[in-house]
């Protein structure tokens, strides 16, 4: 069996980007519900060395497009790190999703041998093939600003779980069949 590379990249950015919005729009209910302005979620921090809610959602997002990018071929499309509230984080995720969505299958033709190069802080170098940056690096860093926001919210009272982290997978899940 074969897996494409777009269908492990853009099938699995897709739907958690999907569930992160969805998280975000909780948080700002819970906001509204307790009656405190939502930008106490912006700038929330899981520890103090840690990046703010806001720095998580837009690492994550750029994980995405630029891992989507990168496999391609292309440059990746620069966002501005401006966003000041859950609407501005909700409107880059959709603005992610968006882009990931539009590279076509096609685009990733040859992506687990192209050669990946980035250029990282304290001239250091990232050098990889397409495969193994996407598993190595771009989906480990993505899961980890996905979790991590996911957590900021959860530390600070908003009222989600697994399911709403997961929700793209509840499809999948149904009563066993009766014996």
């Given at each position: 069996?074969?897996?494409?590379?777009?269908?492990?990249?853009?099938?699995?950015?897709?739907?958690?980007?999907?569930?992160?919005?969805?998280i975000?729009?909780?948080?700002?209910?819970?906001?509204?519900?307790?009656?405190?302005?939502?930008?106490?979620?912006?700038?929330?921090?899981?520890?103090?060395?840690?990046?703010?809610?806001?720095?998580?959602?837009?690492?994550?997002?750029?994980h995405?497009?630029?891992?989507?990018?990168?496999?391609?071929?292309?440059?990746?499309?620069?966002?501005?790190?401006?966003?000041?509230?859950?609407?501005?984080?909700?409107?880059?995720?959709?603005?992610?999703v968006?882009?990931?969505?539009?590279?076509?299958?096609?685009?990733?033709?040859?992506?687990?041998?192209?050669?990946?190069?980035?250029?990282?802080?304290?001239?250091?170098?990232?050098?990889?093939?397409?495969?193994?940056f996407?598993?190595?690096?771009?989906?480990?860093?993505?899961?980890?600003?996905?979790?991590?926001?996911?957590?900021?919210?959860?530390?600070?009272?908003?009222?989600?779980?697994?399911?709403?982290?997961?929700?793209?997978?509840?499809?999948?899940?149904?009563?066993?069949?009766?014996?």
């Open positions: 069996m074969t897996i494409s590379m777009h269908a492990l990249a853009v099938e699995t950015f897709v739907p958690m980007l999907r569930s992160l919005s969805n975000l729009d909780k948080a700002a209910q819970y906001a509204s519900a307790k009656k405190f302005d939502s930008a106490v979620l912006v700038t929330a921090r899981l520890a103090p060395d840690m990046f703010p809610l806001s720095r998580q959602v837009q690492i994550a997002c750029d995405a497009k630029n891992a989507a990018a990168r496999l391609t071929g292309q440059e990746p499309p620069r966002f501005a790190d401006e966003e000041q509230t859950l609407d501005e984080l909700k409107a880059r995720v959709a603005r992610t968006d882009y990931v969505e539009s590279v076509r299958p096609a685009a990733f033709q040859g992506a687990e041998d192209r050669d990946i190069k980035i250029a990282l802080p304290n001239n250091l170098r990232l050098e990889m093939k397409g495969l193994q996407l598993r190595d690096w771009a989906l480990p860093h993505f899961y980890f600003h996905l979790v991590t926001a996911y957590d900021i919210l959860r530390h600070n009272g908003v009222e989600i779980g697994k399911r709403d982290y997961l929700s793209h997978a509840g499809a999948s899940v149904r009563p066993a069949p009766q014996a």
